[in-house]
């Protein structure tokens, strides 16, 4: 056979095997196992974590997932950060569970409005949930009718989404109206239920949800299957885990201090860059948590007056009356800084304090000594020269010009009286390089001529 016609036959016949070989393996095996998507939240509710928890359920939506786990754990949060995560939930199409654990856990006030609006609300031993009344930014009492209003809105909000799930309505409203808490127990055995399951931990919670059949918030029903699931677990990124830090009330407040004292020492010291730098990255990071928390910014205005009165001080003579007015105001301002509505959020007195006190003694030392240096007698150039003694050396007649000594060195110098050698003088003025002079004695006893 010829070499070209067994290179044609070769190459027809590769060209039948590449054909024919996706068809001969066939299509690729497909895998029976189910996913499900598990995220850990423990911290603070507010906008942060809420794109951490919405960002898992697109996530899970996306791949096709059975089931979402959120293992919770959290003191509450915001409520407008709050909804917007439950609002997701409701409208998922992944089934969301959300499971307070481990043992010792609790999640309260918007921890609970999460747990009873979710598909599947689990604990573990040990754990507690409830507490859900809404308070005032600062803590204290408000006024009683917008505090009615507020609760009233918020136990609305509970009674509508245990009502949908099916769950203990009169429990869901006295966690809001009364501030109740229950623990794992007592939400389970209730007649009906706050809590579907209790789980010891998210392989057990697993095993008791294969075949069970939730119901959504629109009513339709779906039945799970967990068995043997593969677990996708979704963490914070870098960037959610720093502003999640930084987002936090007291590393706020304690960044925009630091801040505010880096740039007053810059300030006051030129040159010196390290503070500089320093307070503006402090204060850059505080603005953004600002933006993120609610701030009063009647509180802000309060920090900034007491500021200007803790520098009035040392220029006016106010006996101290500025510096308490600038603690008081520093203080005052501190406490109403963050409008938030959970315990853990809120600036305490026993944290302000001792910064308060701490920066108002490092800014009225810096202070007094910028006035200082200001009301110090210039000691180079010819205002140094100014009030500066000396010794004739030569006579000077009045009107007339001689020599004396002063500053280390030997000056032409004029007077407009007469002066003997070896008399004290004291310099008057600077023309150019002669001296005007005149009688240390003069100087002591009177004002200039």
């Not at 697109?58 to 919770?72: E, I, K, N, Q």
Request: glycine fraction near 8%; hydrophobic fraction near 55%.
């Amino acid at each position: 056979m010829p070499v070209r016609l067994r290179l044609r036959c070769l190459i027809a016949a590769l060209l039948v095997a590449a054909g024919t070989a996706p068809f001969a393996a066939g299509p690729p095996a497909q895998t029976d196992t189910p996913l499900v998507i598990t995220a850990e939240v423990d911290a603070i509710i507010h906008p942060v974590s809420a794109e951490y928890m919405i960002a898992t359920i697109d996530r899970a939506d996306a791949s096709g997932a059975a089931l979402v786990v959120f293992t919770l754990r959290t003191p509450g949060g915001l409520v407008d950060s709050t909804r917007a995560i439950i609002s997701r939930m409701i409208s998922a199409k992944t089934p969301v569970a959300v499971f307070i654990a481990p043992g010792g856990a609790r999640a309260a006030s918007a921890g609970f409005l999460l747990t009873i609006a979710a598909d599947v609300a689990a604990m573990a031993p040990g754990t507690a949930v409830g507490a859900a009344h809404p308070v005032s930014g600062d803590g204290q009492p408000v006024d009683q009718t917008m505090a009615k209003k507020a609760a009233s809105d918020v136990a609305a909000y509970a009674r509508s989404l245990a009502t949908q799930r099916k769950r203990n309505v009169a429990l869901a409203e006295q966690a809001v109206l009364e501030s109740k808490a229950f623990t794992d127990v007592e939400a389970r055995q209730a007649d009906p239920p706050l809590i579907d399951v209790t789980a010891r931990d998210l392989a057990d919670l697993l095993a008791q949800l294969d075949g069970r059949t939730v119901t959504r918030f629109d009513g339709s029903q779906v039945q799970l299957h967990t068995k043997n699931a593969r677990l996708e677990r979704v963490d914070m990124t870098w960037r959610q885990r720093v502003l999640s830090a930084v987002a936090h009330p007291q590393v706020a407040y304690l960044l925009f201090t630091l801040g505010t004292l880096g740039l007053t020492i810059e300030l006051w010291t030129p040159g010196a860059v390290l503070p500089g730098v320093v307070g503006g990255l402090c204060l850059l990071l505080a603005f953004f948590a600002f933006q993120i928390l609610p701030v009063n910014y009647a509180g802000l205005a309060l920090i900034l007056f007491g500021l200007l009165l803790l520098i009035l001080e040392v220029k006016v003579a106010s006996f101290g009356l500025l510096a308490i007015g600038g603690l008081v105001s520093l203080v005052f301002g501190s406490l109403m800084l963050f409008d938030v509505p959970v315990a853990e959020l809120r600036l305490g007195l026993q944290f302000v304090l001792p910064l308060v006190l701490g920066f108002a003694a490092v800014v009225l030392f810096l202070v007094k000594l910028a006035v200082d240096a200001q009301r110090r007698r210039a000691s180079t150039g010819k205002a140094g020269m100014i009030a500066e003694r000396g010794c004739a050396l030569t006579a000077i007649p009045a009107g007339g010009t001689g020599r004396v000594a002063t500053h280390g060195e030997i000056w032409s110098a004029t007077s407009h009286e007469a002066i003997a050698v070896d008399e004290q003088v004291e310099v008057l003025a600077v023309d150019g390089l002669t001296l005007r002079v005149k009688r240390a004695a003069a100087a002591e006893g009177g004002g200039l001529p």
